[in-house]
């Protein structure tokens, strides 16, 4: 049953990945807004359309769109909604939605040239380079406007813009300081921790984004706000007065994974992937973008701290640890 909390509704609708359900959002406001559309599935519109009926509207009622990201569990149905209908997002969402030939290539030229650096097996590059699987379930479409931090959102006063990167390049949380409400999209989820995805540089330098650091800086900066509740795109809302703690405890997690990505360095020096294949021993040839991802990330972490050091080695990046260990004693 899909009930208003106040002005906000809350529809989980159904996606063909993992994650399960996503969570979007209807607002009503000086505009009827959907925040995040879920995938581009019949199943998806149709739980999209009987959610909104419940709410006594229809999907023709929506007058506007913002996008927290561009993943295609969020931004995927956009093709469901007439071309009048104004969408709103971070610029970084863009080049997701525009698709061009040029990002496309510059897509798989960075990914193949990572997957050098990383050191992938030559048989699971091109499961890297290839147009992602999930490009198909993304709707081709241009920004009304761009959302950039501290800005108010259009339509619906109060709100204003958190830039939250890491998750995603294009990734933004709302907030309402009257209530201290919070939509925070895949960046805080009550019981996962987002992937922090690997993208093309936004950049002509082609220097890579380190998404981990940029996530943990864009968690920590949560801690600054008065949240009452947190409203996420998978699973159920956060309580305000548990969000530190709940930051708190994925930064623990998060760096007890790095501390034991550095003792397997301590070990010996290895490439990305092969702590890719030590961490994920069960899933990497399946899912050797998410895996490297979340491996790149740790990696980051540990040289960002100055605990790791890098060298290249025949093409391919060989990471090892600043102190080794010999019979159990660090030096
Ligand atoms: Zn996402």
């Known amino acids: 049953m899909v009930n208003w909390n106040g002005d906000i509704a ?30 581009k599935t019949v199943q998806s519109k149709e739980a999209l359309a009987y959610g909104l009926e419940e709410l006594g509207l229809k999907l023709s009622d929506i007058e506007q769109i913002i996008l927290t990201h561009h993943h295609p569990d969020h931004a995927g149905a956009l093709d469901f909604f007439d071309m009048t209908v104004p969408v709103y997002g971070h610029e970084n969402n863009q080049r997701w939605l525009t698709l061009s030939d040029e990002f496309l290539d510059t897509h798989n030229s960075f990914f193949l040239d990572f997957a ?13 380079i290839h147009d992602r699987e999930e490009i198909k379930f993304l709707s081709k479409r241009q920004l009304q406007g761009h959302l950039a931090e501290g800005d108010e959102l259009p339509g619906l006063p109060g ?14 949380s709302f907030y309402r300081e009257n209530d201290g409400v919070m939509i925070a999209g ?30 943990n800086a864009s968690l920590q900066k949560l801690l600054d706000f008065s949240i009452s509740k947190v409203y996420s795109g998978h699973g159920g809302e956060i309580d305000g007065d548990k969000v530190a703690d709940l930051i708190r405890y994925r930064f623990e997690r998060q760096h007890n994974r790095a501390m034991q990505v550095k003792s397997m360095l301590q070990e010996k020096p290895l490439t990305g992937f092969e702590v890719c294949q030590q961490l994920f ?29 890098l060298e290249m080695d025949s093409g391919a990046i060989r990471y090892s640890s600043v102190t080794t260990v010999s019979k159990g004693i660090i030096y």
């Open 186 to 215: 895949d960046h805080l989820l009550a019981k996962i921790s987002p992937n922090p995805l690997m993208e093309p540089p936004l950049l002509m330098d082609g220097i890579r984004q380190r998404p981990l650091l940029q996530y």
């Open 116 to 128: 050098g650096k990383m050191g992938v097996a030559e048989e699971l590059k091109h499961k890297l």
């Open 10 to 39: 809350k529809l989980s609708l159904p996606t063909s990945f993992a994650v399960g359900d996503v969570n979007v959002y209807v607002i009503k406001g000086d505009a009827l807004t959907l925040i995040d559309t879920g995938v």
């Open 159 to 172: 709100w204003r813009v958190i830039e939250t990167p890491g998750h995603a390049q294009s990734h933004v």
């Open 281 to 309: 021993p069960k899933v990497y040839r399946q899912e050797v973008d998410l895996t490297l991802s979340e491996t790149v990330g740790q990696l980051d972490y540990l040289e960002d701290l100055g605990e790791i050091v």
